[in-house]
């Protein structure tokens, strides 16, 4: 099997023409996106424009879909990108027949692309084999405490930015082993830096003012259905002096937008059109499909009017003697719902 590290697949990319088919796999979900992102950019570079997405979850996944786009021409012949998310690392009887089918005698017209959350030695077989014989496959195990220094630095000298050692493992501390939340902080760095080398003094100071990506990192585990997750971030973030209303605006974005979603999932609508016509990148879209398979429209509709009712609590309209912990109580209780659909019935 043609194995490759996430950092290789760059390269390979750059020296060779797309291959029939990659398996991008493993825990670490931003090094998995990332990896993804540049074979759909290379891709473009090498004139595929056209790309269909499968997502392969849950007790009755849709193979039927995904062997059809193997066997159809794509539009006016030209090729085309077929991404199968499967996020659980297991296609199933049917879906490793299909898969493995593919790679016996893979269309000219279709690039292959399979991504897994999960992976390790149980989730491979004759299907993962078979992709590895015609193309590659990446592996992003998760990277361990005492490597994220290193992965830190060199992200940073990929930015451009220089950091000392105490400094690099100042944000090392902080991001706690989330790559995410590591990356979103060095984007901001190279911003901020301006060429500075940063010391752990200014690590410190330009990496304190974080509350916007803390709520980016609560959304997401609202929408991954991770509800112990967002207990803890929200009193975490309680704890920082954080106020409620200064959530609520991207907290109501998100919930408005998956209430949007499932209004046009339930008529039948192109669900990944109108993600498209919202700017939702292309690695935001699964989450939100998570999201959208634990409640119906009119139950969005509710947790949007919970938030809205939150928004009231927080800034005291229409009661007198507002208690400061029941918008921190209600908020908790609408992104619980959103993340748990047991939940629901903790709503006002």
């Not at 016509?277 to 509709?301: F, M, P, T």
Request: with cysteine; glycine share 8%.
């Amino acid at each position: 099997m043609a194995e490759l590290k996430p950092g290789e697949l760059v390269s390979r990319l750059a020296a060779e023409p797309l291959k029939p088919a990659y398996l991008i796999a493993g825990p670490e979900t931003l090094v998995v996106l990332e990896a993804a992102d540049a074979v759909r950019a290379a891709a473009r570079t090498q004139g595929i424009g056209d790309r269909e997405v499968y997502d392969i979850e849950g007790r009755d996944p849709d193979w039927d879909s995904v062997a059809a786009a193997f066997q159809a021409p794509g539009l006016f012949a030209t090729r085309r990108v077929v991404e199968v998310r499967m996020p659980g690392g297991k296609p199933g009887k049917e879906g490793a027949e299909i898969l493995s089918s593919f790679c016996a005698d893979p269309p000219p017209d279709v690039v292959l692309l399979v991504t897994c959350a999960e992976w390790g030695k149980a989730y491979a077989g004759k299907w993962s084999e078979a992709i590895g014989r015609i193309g590659h496959q990446v592996t992003a195990w998760q990277v361990k405490p005492h490597e994220l220094p290193g992965w830190i630095e060199s992200r940073m000298r990929a930015r451009g930015l220089k950091a000392q050692r105490d400094a690099v493992q100042a944000l090392a501390d902080r991001v706690e082993g989330n790559l995410l939340a590591a990356a979103q902080e060095i984007d901001k760095l190279a911003l901020l830096a301006e060429g500075r080398t940063i010391d752990a003094a200014m690590m410190e100071a330009l990496v304190s003012d974080s509350a916007r990506f803390d709520v980016f990192r609560l959304i997401d585990a609202a929408m991954n259905g991770q509800p112990a997750q967002v207990s803890r971030m929200l009193h975490g973030l309680r704890a920082e002096g954080e106020a409620v209303p200064a959530l609520l605006g991207m907290v109501a974005r998100e919930v408005q937008l998956l209430a949007q979603f499932a209004r046009v999932s339930e008529r039948g609508g192109n669900l990944q059109a109108e993600m498209k016509s919202q700017r939702i990148w292309d690695a935001k879209q699964a989450a939100y499909v998570r999201a959208l398979k634990r409640h119906g429209a009119a139950r969005w509709e509710r947790i949007a009017a919970e938030i809205g009712r939150v928004d009231r609590i927080a800034k005291g309209r229409g009661r007198v003697g507002v208690d400061p912990d029941d918008a921190w109580i209600a908020l908790e209780r609408a992104l619980l719902a959103v993340a748990d659909p047991g939940a629901v019935r903790l709503l006002g």
